[in-house]
């Protein structure tokens, strides 16, 4: 009994099946499937055991879709009489339902490969806050022991040490240094990583600043009995429009990598200009020293594998990704054996007129003698950064200092007593700054709502800082912090006047 696929009469195959009052098959045109005249319909397939049960509802008319039977799908109507006899008709629709279940199946492979597209998706996502979170933790936990470090040796350097101590107590501030500028370049990486950072344009002296950086890289490799050399060609502009701190991290980046791989006793930068115009200047940094660079780091450290950086390949991974942000170019050259050439290229804006330049202010806090005390409040759950901000104020000796940790004795405070300035680390018992100042404008006495309030946090993006100003914040002090960068901004909002 298998279906007969001779018949070629209907686009659709019909089957038609007589039934008499005892489910015995009277006649049938056999188009589709084998039938012998007199046996009962439900020896047929076990299907019809069911579709007996009609007859005897005395169900006139039934429609059954999508019936499978030897390997077919077939539409099944089920026509009944009043003395119980009955006519099956059986369409074929088997290549209808066929192509129904190749879409269908082809809908649902397309559905998942959506799904595992998205979650692919969300587990790159996933992945990314983890490292974005691992970062933010890291910084927050480093910077605070590192605040310390940098404050005090900067503290004791300014005290009456003995040469042995001085060269002791400079070398932790020097390794201080290396650690915070390689959090500042993991964190700086990680940003480019999330997109283009902003290029902040302004005029600034070109030959300040690589003067700037010649002192401070003659001092640094001096110790090491090598020698730092710059040349400057006499065409370089005097003044440019650009990013002066990308571009000195440019220049200071490449110093570093050479200092990585130098092999020799002497590092030279040589600046000159390939070529002036449309208000333009291209510049040209080459650096040269002794020892090999490998010759994959320019391929090898993508900001996109930023988890596979090692840590000597930071700073060229940081390098690169501002000349490409400048659409500058930079190249690693072999010269000989021993010996190798950092190129980079990168078009400046220089100013065509005469042009003010702001004064630099002084890195060293300036020493006052207050004839009255300063009464600082200090918010900080941290007993590390704590004791740093409070050592750094009470040193001058014109400070009187209270810490709070715990929010509501803060509160309390800041309603009860009166105070010149409070300085709120990022948060406190899991209140966020940002929070925290709207709540202390709320209860502060008339006195305290309008005193100066410093945030000290390691948030200092360019939206952070924008949030603390719009809450409240009169300035924003990054850690790790020195003695002097606290003081110093201190003393910027403080009316002074009234203390001297």
């Given amino acids: 009994m298998i279906p007969d696929k001779s018949n070629k009469d209907f686009i659709v195959k019909v089957q038609f099946i007589a039934i008499d009052d005892q489910g015995r098959i009277k006649k049938s045109d056999q188009n589709l499937i084998k039938f012998t ?3 009962q319909i439900v020896d047929v397939h076990p299907f019809f055991e069911s579709l007996i049960t009609y007859f005897d509802h005395k169900s006139d008319h039934i429609k059954l ?7 077919h799908s077939y539409d099944i109507e089920v026509i009944t009489h009043k003395d119980n006899t009955g006519v099956i008709i059986l369409r074929d629709r088997t290549d209808f339902y066929d192509r129904i279940q190749k879409i269908a199946q082809k809908r649902n492979e397309s559905l998942i490969f959506n799904e595992v597209l998205e979650l692919k998706n969300n587990m790159l996502h996933e992945k990314e806050a983890f490292k ?6 890291f910084a927050h936990e480093v910077r605070s022991p590192l605040t310390l470090i940098s404050a005090f040796s900067s503290l004791l350097l300014k005290g009456e040490l003995n040469l042995d101590q001085t060269k002791l107590v400079e070398a932790v501030n020097e390794q201080s240094d290396k650690l915070r500028k390689l959090m500042d370049d993991i964190i700086e990486l990680s940003q480019l990583k999330k997109g283009k950072p902003e290029i902040i344009n302004t005029p600034f002296s070109f030959l300040e600043l690589i003067e700037s950086i010649h002192l401070n890289f003659s001092s ?19 003044f440019l429009i650009g990013d002066k701190r990308r571009i000195e991290q440019i220049i200071s980046n490449l110093i570093e990598n050479a200092l990585l791989y130098n092999s020799g006793n002497k590092i030279k930068l040589e600046i000159s200009e390939n070529n002036r115009r449309a208000g333009k200047s291209s510049l040209r940094f080459v650096v040269h020293h002794q020892g090999l660079v490998p010759e994959d780091l320019e391929n090898r450290h993508l900001v996109k594998d930023i ?5 000597e390949g930071l700073s060229f991974s940081i ?6 942000l400048m659409d500058g170019s930079i190249s690693i050259k072999k010269i000989d054996n021993n010996s190798t050439e950092q190129i980079i290229n990168i078009r400046v804006s220089f100013p065509l007129h005469n042009v003010e330049i702001p004064v630099k202010e002084t890195k060293t806090a300036q020493q006052y003698n207050f004839t009255d005390k300063v009464r600082v409040l ?33 509160l309390e405070a800041v309603e009860k007593h009166e105070y010149d300035l409070i300085l709120i680390s990022s948060s406190i018992s899991q209140i966020d700054a940002v929070e925290l100042i709207g709540i202390i404008k709320e209860f502060a006495n008339d006195k305290n709502k309008s005193i100066p309030i410093i945030a000290l946090t390691v948030r200092t993006s360019k939206e952070d800082i924008a949030t603390y100003r719009k809450a409240g914040f009169k300035d924003v002090v990054k850690k ?6 606290l003081l110093n901004t201190i003393y910027k909002r403080l009316n002074l006047k009234k203390f001297l």
Avoid: H, W
Avoid at 132 to 137: A, E, L, R, S, V
């Fill in 65 to 71: 879709d999508c019936v499978n039977m030897f390997d």
């Fill in 132 to 137: 974005t979170k691992f970062i933010q933790n």
């Fill in 378 to 410: 200090i918010a900080d759950q941290n007993s590390t950064t704590q004791f740093t901000a409070l050592k750094v104020l009470v040193s001058t000796g014109n400070f009187d200092t209270v810490v709070y940790k715990d929010p509501r004795e803060l």
């Fill in 37 to 39: 005249e007199g046996t």
């Fill in 480 to 485: 790790p912090y020195t003695d002097d960068e």
């Fill in 220 to 238: 640094k490799i001096s110790i090491s009995s090598n020698i730092f050399e710059m040349s400057v060609s006499q065409d370089v502009p005097e």
């Fill in 319 to 324: 390098v690169r990704e501002l000349v490409d």
């Fill in 307 to 311: 988890e596979k950086i090692e840590p």
